[in-house]
């Protein structure tokens, strides 16, 4: 009974999100990865902020084939409790009538099992879209390596030739995966690239200070240090993140 319920919550929340998603058409920023989507997701939505755009993410652990949906109707989850539903389900069925989304939505997708990707980019179709890294963090729920990298090709193949997929060329599974693209690429990473690769976002972690580190940006001949008050690689990997989506946004005006 569980599994059938499920189903069924599944296509319904789908079926509402698509027609909303299809009247409304915000630009979707998708974000998936085995590390750093949290951070990535948060310092884009940052970044857009900063310059005044109306954006919004998914919260918590929404990313998945009802998380999803109900991140992007702005909806709790009833989770286990069958009695929690109900309220749910109807006020889904009233944001077709009700709900205003913002113009831009940032995603994070995120992968359970094998399967999920197609599932997920069958409900959204981003304009921008960002693999953070691909790692052996959720590997426990594939038959190998090959088989959860195949969930992220199927991404990259799913963007529009006239869209843009930010890729972390410090990881070589990621890279590899350009071979399969037809959108626009920008790759980015901390670490040289040999040999030089066109529209290459590099950070370096220049200095660690009290509260932080300094990123030093390079791109397009110019260079910038950025100060956050984080520590960390992911974070200065989230940070070009950020800055690259900002750019793009600005150049889609």
């Known amino acids: 009974m569980k599994i059938i319920f499920k189903q069924i919550l599944k296509y319904y929340l789908k079926f509402i999100t698509k027609i909303i998603l299809l009247i409304q058409r915000p630009l979707i920023i998708s974000v998936t990865g085995s590390a750093n989507e949290f951070f990535a997701k948060n310092e884009i939505k940052l970044r857009l902020e900063e310059a005044h755009y109306d954006v919004s993410s998914n919260s918590k652990n ?8 109900l991140a992007i109707l702005n909806l709790p989850s009833g989770y286990n409790a069958y009695r929690n539903w109900p309220p749910i389900i109807w006020q889904s069925f009233m944001s077709l009538f009700r709900l205003k989304l913002p113009k831009i939505l940032v995603l994070d997708l995120g992968l359970a099992k094998r399967g999920d990707m197609k599932y997920l980019m069958s409900l959204v179709k981003p304009k921008i879209a960002v693999i953070t890294d691909i790692t052996q963090r959720y590997l426990e729920n594939f038959s190998s390596m ?12 799913s963007i529009g030739q006239n869209d843009y997929l930010i890729l972390n ?10 071979e399969f693209a037809k959108a626009n690429i920008i790759p980015f990473g901390l670490e040289k690239p040999a040999p030089a690769i066109d529209n290459y976002w590099l950070g370096e972690i220049a200095k660690k200070t009290v ?22 690689e992911h974070h200065a990997y989230a940070l070009l993140i950020g800055l690259i989506i900002k750019k793009v946004i600005l150049n889609l005006k």
Do not use: C, H, M, W
């Open 169 to 178: 060329y410090d990881n070589p599974r990621i890279k590899k995966l350009a």
């Open 62 to 69: 929404f990313n998945t084939e009802i998380g999803l949906p």
């Open 146 to 157: 090959d088989e959860l990298v195949g969930e992220y090709k199927y991404f990259v193949k």
């Open 211 to 232: 509260n932080g580190q300094i990123v030093l940006v390079t791109n397009d001949r110019e260079k910038k240090n950025y100060s956050i008050n984080r520590f960390g």
